[in-house]
């Protein structure tokens, strides 16, 4: 089956600037690649995705970017916030299957 | 309301009881999969459903859990003679199924077994 590693587990940056958080994934075969952002003590909402006939998508200060042939994808905030305080959720699937999550990142930004 | 619902948010449990955790998917979502979240600790999943096709169950970690859903509507997971190490909390997310991949996650219930 699948397997997703995250990287770091926790991670500190001061507030604005950028946030980097990287995933792997083991199946070749995955094609849809979601980003979660958990506060404490809430659900997971999905932040920002991607699928895998693209290799850059950007949303405002997020953006996923994804490289097929190394089997890894990465999570970039840029101009960070005291907001974006969170857990963040890697995640691989492939369409119509399960998911599997990565670890989680603790991200704390420090005003 | 329009989104996942689960109920209840909080359940107290003493060891060996058995539990049932209920989850209301969005109307008209064909999929639905239930997590288990240890404190601190990642999504772990237990179960998956997509329409009438047979389960996914392969993330239950023992044949305590149990989970059921009846067509496109509300799911049940089951844990009987519940261990403390059952103490976490269970996340159910649906999602439109096929090709539309977006989960969208419930409150969740937080289970303490004392």
């Known amino acids: 089956g699948e397997n997703v590693e995250q990287h770091p587990s926790t991670l500190s940056v001061q507030e604005g600037d950028s946030a980097v958080i990287k995933c792997t994934y083991s199946d070749s075969a995955s094609n849809y690649f979601p980003w979660y952002k958990q506060e404490l003590g809430k659900r997971p909402q999905l932040i920002i995705d991607?699928?895998?006939?693209?290799g850059e998508k950007k949303d405002q200060r997020i953006a996923v970017t994804l490289n097929k042939t190394a089997k890894h994808f990465s999570l970039h905030i840029t101009e960070t916030q005291p907001e974006d305080s969170a857990v963040y959720f890697c995640a691989a699937s492939v369409t119509g299957n399960q998911f599997y999550f990565g670890t989680g990142t603790s991200l704390t930004v420090i005003p | 309301g329009a989104g996942v619902s689960q109920s209840p948010s909080n359940k107290v449990t003493e060891k060996g009881k058995d539990v049932e955790l209920r989850c209301d998917p969005i109307s008209g979502h064909t999929a639905l999969y239930w997590y288990r979240q240890r404190l601190g600790q990642g999504l772990e999943f237990l179960i998956y459903f997509q329409g009438n096709s047979a389960p996914d169950k392969s993330g239950l970690p023992s044949d305590r859990f149990s989970a059921e859903r009846t067509g496109e509507s509300v799911s049940t997971l089951t844990i009987q003679r519940t261990q403390q190490e059952d103490s976490a909390v269970y996340l159910c997310?649906?999602?439109?199924?096929?090709?539309?991949?977006?989960?969208?996650f419930g409150a969740g219930t937080r289970l303490s077994v004392l």
């Open positions: 997310a649906s999602s439109p199924g096929r090709e539309r991949d977006i989960q969208y």
């Open positions: 991607i699928r895998s006939n693209v």
